[in-house]
């Protein structure tokens, strides 16, 4: 295998080396905010209020599609691998991996590990948990990561996993966190049961209201799960989340309005935790229906508002414009260099000619719940872009329900994404054609070929040219409006000890406050 050189000394042999000297590399992601280093003490009751949560949330772990399933399962269920808040891999459920040509990765898989249920965690039951995510009878958001998978075998404490094809950034795949390692029995899991390896055992839920989890007296991690028990809350209305905060009724809220967070420094009862990544906020068109079949009519509205704006007035400054691109500036390749979209009228008159109109009326659906001042996102759009001859009817659905009734059933709403750690990861969830999460379903026969020749080369410069390109057909040819990256703007009472570090590949320290957080 080539030993390709990457940036900081390190070489593509050198990545394919497992443990916890595995640097992804050179992509560090940012540190996060550096806080006073206090000493972690045991103890409390931690109580989260979270903006999202639904009645129709479930177990399954093919399924989970925002934070709240995401941080409930951080508490219950461990990885193979997990990232750290500076952004390194380390080990997890899996002690090491390694390979010799990237095709072939061997997991050796920790050993001394136990279920809630008292069952030893053994790599059968990894194999399992993987093998959920395959197959065509999958319906896993994570499918498309295992088509490259050929095979998946035990080969005593080893998990051994190969692909049609070189991909030194697997090990980040493994560490999304729809791959949990759950028991398993006749080779299969069950994917609706509560039982995990985690820090804390469920002692009740009902989704969209509340979680009660109580500590794992038996957990592995004896430097993790510092609190007796947590509670998770789901408030839906932002309002509603920051009294909560301000009257000590939980200790914790996400997607702080940045227009609140003055009064809440007033208050002095919380520290404000403001930690940018590659986050962002979309707007997904349905490619399949007209207007939006019509790439000029996408680029029509791509230029109808100002993204600046956005920035300045639903961020408060805390994010920064995206030029339609979901690879953020922490990311390895990123396109610093491409070019810019900038509120501009008459271009998107130009554009809206060339599809044969005039004049164009789109009706789009947002909630707050997609993230925080989305309703309001969309009505400063819908106000520039009368300049340009068209017409956003902003429709405000109601919060509760809306993954389940909005997204990716109208054809053009607000969401958001977190961002992932490298670009394949990111592109395979949500742009390449058929998959799952593709919530505008974008399909681009150049790009999807692209993106599986990028897995395996080795040459630097032509991977980097390989993504840029990736990233500018996302941006000119695609079907989804990104017009910002958003900092993850959290608020905590000051009875909360935080680590120095705070990870930015995930809101709520890449969602394991759960596990990393105490009470100082």
Same mark, same amino acid.
């Given at each position: 295998?080539?030993?390709?050189?990457?940036?900081?000394?390190?070489?593509?042999?050198?990545?394919?080396?497992?443990?916890?000297?595995?640097?992804?590399?050179?992509?560090?992601?940012?540190?996060?905010?550096?806080?006073?280093?206090?000493?972690?003490?045991?103890?409390?009751?931690?109580?989260?209020?979270?903006?999202?949560?639904?009645?129709?949330?479930?177990?399954?772990?093919?399924?989970?599609?925002?934070?709240?399933?995401?941080?409930?399962?951080?508490?219950?269920?461990?990885?193979?691998?997990?990232?750290?808040?500076?952004?390194?891999?380390?080990?997890?459920?899996?002690?090491?991996?390694?390979?010799?040509?990237?095709?072939?990765?061997?997991?050796?898989?920790?050993?001394?590990?136990?279920?809630?249920?008292?069952?030893?965690?053994?790599?059968?039951?990894?194999?399992?948990?993987?093998?959920?995510?395959?197959?065509?009878?999958?319906?896993?958001?994570?499918?498309?990561?295992?088509?490259?998978?050929?095979?998946?075998?035990?080969?005593?404490?080893?998990?051994?996993?190969?692909?049609?094809?070189?991909?030194?950034?697997?090990?980040?795949?493994?560490?999304?966190?729809?791959?949990?390692?759950?028991?398993?029995?006749?080779?299969?899991?069950?994917?609706?049961?509560?039982?995990?390896?985690?820090?804390?055992?469920?002692?009740?839920?009902?989704?969209?209201?509340?979680?009660?989890?109580?500590?794992?007296?038996?957990?592995?991690?004896?430097?993790?799960?510092?609190?007796?028990?947590?509670?998770?809350?789901?408030?839906?209305?932002?309002?509603? !989340?920051? $009294?909560?905060?301000?009257?000590?009724?939980?200790?914790?809220?996400?997607?702080?309005?940045?227009?609140?967070?003055?009064?809440?420094?007033?208050?002095?009862?919380?520290?404000?935790?403001?930690?940018?990544?590659?986050?962002?906020?979309?707007?997904?068109?349905?490619?399949?229906?007209?207007?939006?079949?019509?790439?000029?009519?996408?680029?029509?509205?791509?230029?109808?508002?100002?993204?600046?704006?956005?920035?300045?007035?639903?961020?408060?400054?805390?994010?920064?414009?995206?030029?339609?691109?979901?690879?953020?500036?922490? $990311?390895?390749?990123?396109?610093?260099?491409?070019?810019?979209?900038?509120?501009?009228?008459?271009?998107?008159?130009?554009?809206?000619?060339?599809?044969?109109?005039?004049?164009?009326?789109?009706?789009?659906?947002?909630?707050?719940?997609?993230?925080?001042?989305?309703?309001?996102?969309?009505?400063?759009?819908?106000?520039?872009?009368?300049?340009?001859?068209?017409?956003?009817?902003?429709? !405000?659905?109601?919060?509760?329900?809306?993954?389940?009734?909005?997204?990716?059933?109208?054809?053009?709403?607000?969401?958001?994404?977190?961002?992932?750690?490298?670009?394949?990861?990111?592109?395979?969830?949500?742009?390449?054609?058929?998959?799952?999460?593709?919530?505008?379903?974008?399909?681009?026969?150049?790009?999807?070929?692209?993106?599986?020749?990028?897995?395996?080369?080795?040459?630097?410069?032509?991977?980097?040219?390989?993504?840029?390109?990736?990233?500018?057909?996302?941006?000119?040819?695609?079907?989804?409006?990104?017009?910002?990256?958003? $900092?993850?703007?959290?608020?905590?009472?000051?009875?909360?000890?935080?680590?120095?570090?705070?990870?930015?590949?995930?809101?709520?320290?890449?969602?394991?406050?759960?596990?990393?957080?105490?009470?100082?």
């Amino acid at each position: 295998m080539t030993n390709t050189k990457f940036p900081h000394g390190m070489t593509r042999r050198g990545l394919l080396k497992s443990g916890m000297a595995m640097t992804a590399a050179g992509l560090i992601l940012p540190a996060g905010m550096a806080r006073a280093q206090a000493e972690p003490k045991r103890g409390g009751v931690f109580r989260i209020g979270l903006g999202h949560g639904s009645t129709t949330d479930s177990y399954d772990p093919g399924l989970w599609e925002q934070l709240y399933v995401q941080t409930f399962a951080a508490a219950r269920v461990n990885y193979l691998i997990e990232i750290a808040a500076d952004g390194n891999l380390v080990p997890e459920l899996a002690e090491s991996w390694e390979s010799a040509d990237g095709m072939t990765w061997v997991f050796k898989i920790r050993e001394g590990v136990s279920f809630h249920s008292g069952k030893p965690m053994t790599p059968d039951d990894v194999l399992a948990s993987l093998n959920f995510h395959r197959g065509d009878a999958s319906t896993s958001a994570v499918k498309p990561f295992f088509d490259p998978v050929t095979d998946i075998k035990v080969d005593g404490q080893n998990v051994v996993v190969t692909l049609n094809a070189a991909n030194a950034d697997f090990p980040y795949l493994m560490s999304d966190y729809h791959l949990p390692v759950l028991p398993s029995a006749e080779g299969k899991i069950d994917p609706n049961t509560s039982d995990g390896t985690g820090g804390y055992i469920v002692e009740s839920y009902e989704p969209g209201v509340q979680a009660t989890m109580n500590r794992n007296p038996n957990y592995w991690k004896a430097d993790r799960a510092h609190f007796d028990q947590i509670i998770m809350l789901t408030i839906l209305d932002p309002a509603a !989340r920051l $009294n909560a905060l301000m009257t000590g009724e939980v200790d914790l809220i996400d997607q702080v309005d940045p227009a609140s967070i003055a009064l809440l420094e007033s208050r002095g009862v919380s520290k404000i935790l403001s930690v940018s990544g590659n986050a962002h906020y979309v707007f997904p068109m349905d490619a399949r229906a007209a207007p939006f079949s019509d790439n000029h009519v996408r680029l029509a509205l791509k230029y109808a508002f100002d993204r600046q704006e956005l920035v300045d007035k639903i961020l408060a400054g805390h994010g920064s414009v995206s030029n339609d691109n979901p690879i953020g500036p922490a $990311n390895r390749y990123f396109y610093a260099e491409m070019e810019a979209k900038t509120y501009d009228p008459d271009k998107a008159k130009f554009h809206l000619k060339e599809a044969g109109m005039d004049k164009l009326e789109v009706t789009l659906s947002a909630a707050n719940a997609a993230f925080s001042g989305a309703v309001d996102a969309a009505v400063l759009m819908s106000e520039k872009a009368a300049a340009a001859g068209i017409t956003i009817n902003v429709d !405000r659905v109601p919060d509760d329900g809306y993954w389940d009734n909005v997204w990716m059933k109208k054809p053009f709403a607000a969401s958001y994404w977190g961002g992932r750690p490298v670009e394949d990861q990111m592109f395979t969830t949500a742009y390449t054609s058929g998959a799952e999460w593709n919530e505008s379903f974008w399909s681009n026969e150049a790009f999807d070929k692209l993106l599986v020749a990028a897995r395996s080369e080795l040459d630097d410069a032509k991977r980097r040219e390989m993504y840029q390109e990736m990233q500018r057909l996302v941006s000119f040819e695609g079907s989804t409006i990104i017009p910002m990256y958003n $900092n993850y703007v959290m608020a905590v009472a000051n009875s909360v000890g935080t680590p120095e570090k705070i990870s930015a590949n995930w809101n709520l320290d890449g969602f394991r406050a759960v596990e990393r957080w105490w009470f100082s």
